[in-house]
């Protein structure tokens, strides 16, 4: 079975943050093959293969579509804001026995860019059914078959009915959630250290795998949030908060 990375990259600045995450990827995995589907043309030995596409004004659209055609049997899409600090070759194996999987998402009870409150315990599909889990598209793991592609196609076509109904600056992600929960397809929900959105309060166990998110120093981000692996948090603010640390804060508040 072929194993690889895909990344979008949809004008200059995605195309620098894909170098940057390539680089990352290729310095903890090297044997680890690489595609790009790119509006600009990459100089950069990080990518195996370039894929060069039209520009369609709408990086989310080109995401979907390009997602799609990946040539492997397994893939992981990355988006361009991550950064890997070891190496996740486990992941591929679940491919065995599902068919895609991802992170659940951070953000799951607010304000959308639209201003608009949502809450994933409300959401429900026509038939008043709970739609569970919300996963960040940031990171997917998925394989090639025939559900697959027709789930990528579903989800192309729901998100550009919403796009249509709510406006160019509405996410993916809801069309994504919507989508996997009419198909058949066999989902596994991946755990915060493959897919760590540490611009957000995260609660990590183990290696971080993947980081994702922008930040100016994110070597440095990635060397504090792994210099412990047990249970602690992360904040984007306070940094690590430790087992011990923590442990530390509770006597301090029970007095």
């Known amino acids: 079975m072929s194993v690889g990375i895909v990344y979008v990259a949809n004008g200059e600045r995605y195309v620098d943050e894909a170098c940057q995450s390539a680089s990352s990827l290729k310095d903890k995995m090297p044997h680890i093959h690489i595609t790009i589907f790119s509006t600009k043309s990459v100089q950069n030995q990080c990518f ?3 894929v060069l596409v039209k520009d369609s004004q709408n990086p989310k659209l080109d ?14 899409f990355l988006d361009t804001d991550t950064y890997v600090c070891d190496d996740f070759s486990e992941l591929f194996t679940l491919l065995k026995k599902y068919d ?26 026509v038939d008043g059914q709970f739609i569970f889990p919300m996963y960040n598209s940031g990171v997917v793991l998925y394989r090639k078959s025939l559900q697959v592609s027709k789930f990528f196609s579903d989800w192309l076509t729901s998100f550009q009915e919403q796009m249509q109904e709510k406006g160019m600056t509405y996410g993916d992600q ?79 508040l029970a007095k």
Not at 118 to 123: D, K, P, R, S
């Open 48 to 50: 195996d293969e370039l």
């Open 63 to 76: 995401k979907i579509l390009y997602m799609s055609k990946s040539p492997y049997d397994y893939t992981l």
């Open 100 to 125: 895609i999987g991802a992170v659940e998402a951070e953000l799951r009870a607010g304000r959308n860019q639209l201003g608009e409150f949502y809450n994933y315990q409300e959401l429900k599909d």
């Open 174 to 252: 809801p069309s994504f959630q919507m989508t996997l929960h009419k198909s058949n397809l066999r989902e596994v929900v991946l755990t915060p250290e493959y897919n760590c959105r540490f611009i957000s309060p995260v609660c990590v166990s183990g290696t971080v795998k993947i980081l994702h998110g922008r930040h100016p120093d994110i070597r440095m981000v990635a060397k504090e949030i792994n210099s412990d692996i047990s249970t602690r948090l992360f904040h984007p603010r306070w940094g690590l908060i430790s087992d011990k640390k923590l442990q530390l804060i509770t006597k301090v």
